[in-house]
């Protein structure tokens, strides 16, 4: 792992609402460099909405939000992608009429740099399909006529294809086929591998385990339970008290 300097995600008493009712109580989070952070809770924890809160897609949010050493607090998503985090949203919204290229290439942003000057990684449509193998059968294939676990793969690669220096991805396993799941844990290592990235939201403890360093638990909105990924397996206590079903 990165040595641990300043953090390329960070959220300080973060708070967010739908409405006037409040779903984020204070979270406070972070992401190094080349790590996988996994944010686990049970449905209606408030995973997805941290992740839109981080993102900027929600009309009220409170607290800090730094990326790449800079403030986003206040911006607008596509500010925040321009910066080069990345957003997986966890209903996919892939541009149905389009084929599977153009969906790529809507995603496309120029190369990037870190700041000490090195590359950072660089995508294409053909790196992501070695990466993607089943995207790679299927180029000039709508999107609305594919599987939805290979809708789900398009829409990590459509955002790759920003070459993000973070991607924020929400439930990647959920709804898939089990062959599907154990795809997006091989690419999630591969990002890894290349120096990506990854704020997980996540239920599913076994593909947590399988590729994440760190984790986060939420409960009800706040922060209940923060570990190494194998300290959190290990525990019975927490896992029973905040993500058993």
Known sequence: M??????LLEAQGLCAWYGAAQVLYG???NVQRGEVVALM??????????????????AKRQGRVQFMGHDISTSEPHHAARL????????????????????????QQPPRRWADGSEAPLW???????????????????????????QQMLTVARTLM??????LLDEPSEGVAPVIVEQMAHMILALKAQGVSILLSEQNMHFAELVSDRAYVLEKGQIRYQASMS????NDEVRRAYLSV
């Open 2 to 7: 990165a040595e641990q300097t300043q953090p």
């Open 27 to 29: 979270v406070d989070l």
């Open 41 to 58: 809770g049970r449905n209606g924890a408030g995973k997805s909405t941290t992740l839109k809160a981080v993102m900027g897609m929600l």
């Open 84 to 107: 080069g985090l990345g957003y997986v949203p966890e209903d996919r919204r892939i541009f149905t009429d389009l084929s599977v290229l153009e969906n790529l290439s809507v995603g």
């Open 124 to 150: 294409t449509p053909e790196r992501l399909f070695q990466l993607f193998p089943n995207l790679g059968e299927m180029p000039n294939r709508p999107g609305g006529q594919m599987s939805g676990g290979e």
């Open 162 to 167: 920003g070459n993000p220096y973070l991607v």
């Open 231 to 234: 300290d959190l397996a290990a």
